[in-house]
């Protein structure tokens, strides 16, 4: 799973900054899915995107919050305006069309000051 | 929507003793169980999975079961040592097209203690 990249690993933003978290998921993968997790918290599921396409949204607060997956180039999640509470680490996962054994990435820990 | 609970949350053993923990979840659509480990400050990590399936499965010391019935999946970790130490995460998702929205449980925090 060392095959799915995030950057920047942390990212510092003072409130009212834009945030733009990167995920290139493994080779051969095609299905994107980010999630949060707050401190001392579980992941929950943010956005689920395919290339060009993105799938669902369930989970992604409806304002501030966008994500994408280009036809070239990593998936992109991004915060508009963060808040303290924006404050937590955010993986990207990937896997096969089958949808099993997803795989996540390292993680990008935003700390919003 | 799917819910995943997790117990218990936090659980303390010696180092050779069994550890178990267990979820249930809500939507009887789901047929995909993975369980997660996640080290702190790292990615979580899979460690084993279960599909609707199949009722019980193996690989070296760790053991996952599932109880369609009763709706609750377990995992089991035997003769534990202290690198065993970690966030295990449950997770059930109803794969459906290859789309896998994973549900978590809160989480166990594991400690083995040499």
Known sequence: NAGVMQNPRHLVRRRG????????PMKGHSHVYWYRQL???????????????????????????????????????????????DSAAYFCASSTPDGYEQYFGPGTRLTVT | GE???????????????????????????????PWYKQELGKRPQLIIDIRSNVGEKKDQRIAVTLNKTAKHFSLHITETQPEDSAVYFCAASPISGGYNKLIFGAGTRLAVHP
């Open chain 1, 17 to 24: 900054q834009e945030a733009r978290l990167r995920c290139s």
């Open chain 1, 39 to 85: 401190p001392e918290e579980g992941l929950k599921f943010m956005v689920y995107l395919q290339k060009e396409n993105i799938i669902d949204e369930s989970g992604m607060p409806k304002e501030r919050f966008s994500a994408e997956f280009p036809k070239e180039g990593p998936s992109i999640l991004r915060i508009q305006q963060v808040v303290r509470g």
């Open chain 2, 3 to 33: 819910n995943v609970e997790q117990h218990p949350s936090t659980l303390s053993v010696q180092e050779g003793d069994s550890a178990v923990i267990k979820c249930t979840y809500s939507d009887s659509a789901s047929n995909y169980f």
